[in-house]
């Protein structure tokens, strides 16, 4: 498990080939003075790997130039010791699903997965076209045009295009943008099943859940610095581990506060401007904890709000260690 | 070439409303070559034949078919991101460049040539101007393929492509190649002139242009191939926009 993008991350096993399937060294992408990704390396074998961060974190940038759409403006993208920039070789083994939801309307599915297959001179492409759709689930709708599809369709369209060729690496942006429960857990186990069988699997997420649920490992992106990367379990404790701030109104603030700051999980209190600011170690022993201190000290609680769930301050949180 | 790219592009390229607007915009020559037909004229046929079909066809038609369906064809799927479906193949960038252009020439043929027959017919025929518009109607073709590729490549160079694509007709083409001897150098519609001109024998002297049809013939390949290795160049190190 490394933080705070130590370079040489080594993530799941050699692929068959040997060596990383995917390999960034010290990469570096800028667009004039903005730097979109700052000196990120890691290496990533077989498995699933949730690429983590908030909106603008730089994954996309990160997962394009592994595609080879977007050239480092420094350091190294290799996906099977090749690099990614300027060669169309690698899309024999790469396969991409883009954010963007823009897929040819006047296609229907079918025309679409075959005109993908056809694009990768598979032997059976309409057969391989035909696996695809069957695999996403929709076989039933293949010929109705793409422009009726709705948005979690339209996205299985795109995971369809990008398995044709059964490619060994699948990068994924944002996958489950717009696809409903059932369809999300399909694509889980799709996914799953692909690493099982020795493939690698990068995508990205800006939803813990989505990674939690899906990948072994993951890398943390945050403003393009890879802030952490490895085990999830490992990363998720460090992110429980980070005192939870809350902001509470009640009817005697000063009381509550000089109750609380007695408790070993309150990390600290603070009164001022009429808020009561506490610092607790942990978020569900604290939700526990306030009620049953309030209530024994007879003060009445108007409310309890957290001020630093987002991802956006885990990841800050992560940073900063 | 690529089939398959030509058969979705046509198919995209064939599908959208604009193409209507276009074929129609194709038979307006035709059109007002029926009204001149029926309205009379004394201007000889020759004369008449050439004023029209250089003053409709090959300034404002030709380019404008071209520009609509050379910057359709790939810009607008680099614009939209449907692109990223095709560049992510293993398909060298020369053959997607060059079934972009083949579909988008042969669009811009496949309108701009009948209409440049039929209107150049219906105002010449029977009174001398059968050979300017048969001229003409070949001159067109190879044009279309200059104009088309060159707005291909242009498509590929920005995403303003239209805008610049009209700023070259219409300024460059139509003001400044007028103005300066030097300019008419770098202008297709010159060179469409120039052959259509040559081809139309004795009668194309009713047709002018500031461009030997030598001149414009070597000037013609040299856009052709400069042209198509910008597309190429430029595909081959496109990058993709992204949405952070």
Known sequence: MTVAAETGTRIGAEAPGGGPAIELSDVSRWYGNVVAVNEVSFALGPGVTGLLGPNGAGKSTLLHMMAGLLRPSHGDVRIHGRPTWRDPAIYREVGLVPERETVHPYLTGWQFALFNARLQQLPDPAGAAARALQTVDLADVQHRQIGTYSKGMRQRVKIAAALVHEPDVLLLDEPFNGMDPRQRLHMMELLRSMAAAGRTILFSSHILEEVERLADNVLVVYAGRLAASGDFREIRRLMTDRPHTFTVHSSDDRQLASRLVGNPSVFGVELGDGILTVRASEFAAFTMLLPRVARDAGITLFELRPTDESLESVFAYLVRR | ?244
């Not at chain 2, 972009?100 to 043929?109: E, F, L, N």
């Not at chain 2, 010449?124 to 109607?137: D, L, N, P």
């Not at chain 2, 009668?203 to 040299?222: F, H, K, P, Y």
């Open chain 2, 1 to 244: 070439m690529n089939w398959t790219i030509i058969g979705v592009t046509l198919r995209g390229a064939l599908g959208r409303r604009r193409t209507l607007l276009v074929a129609l915009l194709a038979v307006v020559p035709v059109v007002i070559a029926g009204i001149i037909r029926v309205g009379g004229t004394t201007t000889s046929g020759t004369t008449l034949t050439a004023g029209l079909l250089d003053g409709l066809l090959v300034t404002t038609v030709l380019p404008l078919v071209a520009l609509v369906f050379g910057t359709g064809v790939l810009g607008a799927e680099l614009d939209d991101g449907t692109a990223v479906y095709l560049l992510v193949k293993p398909i060298e960038r020369w053959r997607i460049v060059v079934s972009k252009a083949t579909v988008a020439a042969g669009i811009t043929m496949a309108l701009v040539f009948p209409a440049t027959l039929l209107a150049g017919l219906v105002v010449g025929a029977g009174r001398g101007g059968e050979s300017i518009a048969v001229a003409f109607a070949i001159a067109v073709l190879p044009g279309s393929i200059l104009y088309a590729v060159g707005f291909v490549a242009l498509s590929v160079v920005t995403s303003r492509a239209l805008i610049a694509g009209l700023l070259y007709v219409f300024i460059w083409e139509g003001l400044l190649a007028g103005l300066f001897a030097g300019t008419a150098l770098l202008s297709v519609r010159q060179y469409v002139l120039s052959l259509a001109r040559w081809l139309a024998g004795g009668d194309g002297r009713a047709i002018t242009s500031s461009v030997e049809v030598q001149t414009a013939v070597v000037l013609a390949v040299i856009v052709l191939v400069v042209s198509v290795a910008i597309a190429i160049r430029r595909l081959a190190s496109w990058e993709v926009r992204t949405v952070e």
